[in-house]
Nanobody
Framework: QVQLVESGGGLVQAGDSLRLSCAAS???????MGWFRQAPGKEREFVAS????????DYADSVKGRFAISRGNAKHTLYLQMNSLKPEDTAVYYC??????????????????WGQGVPVTVSS
């Protein structure tokens, strides 16, 4: 089992930056991780993913060049640096972990472990 707790969300203005954190505990060894988001009335969508080693990352086209995913040295913390935020980035952001799969992935059903989510609101 893997437990995930996100933090760092909030209300910002368009163009601002925000960094989300996700503290992971439990059986985290060998697990790739990712960030997803869900806006009101929409399906959960992929944002970014990072491999277990941290050497491979993948991003949704909508956030490429603006967001950066990273892991702490001990691999127990996941980050999402969000720059140049837009109102359309408004959503609840979720941290997710794969089950002993080291490669990145972009589908929600590839992640059995999820955090509770943290809201991000970007005003225009």
């Amino acid at each position: 089992q893997v437990q995930l707790v996100e933090s760092g969300g909030g209300l910002v203005q368009a163009g601002d930056s925000l960094r989300l954190s996700c503290a992971a505990s439990g059986r985290t060894f060998g697990c790739a991780m990712g960030w997803f988001r869900q806006a009101p009335g929409k399906e959960r969508e992929f944002v970014a993913s990072i491999s277990w080693s941290g050497s491979n990352t993948d991003y949704a086209d909508s956030v490429k060049g603006r967001f950066a995913i990273s892991r702490g040295n001990a691999k127990h913390t996941l980050y999402l640096q969000m720059n140049s935020l837009k109102p359309e980035d408004t959503a609840v952001y979720y941290c997710a972990a794969r089950d002993r799969e080291m490669a990145t992935a972009s589908r929600p059903n590839q992640y059995p472990y999820w955090g509770q989510g943290v809201p991000v609101t970007v005003s225009s």
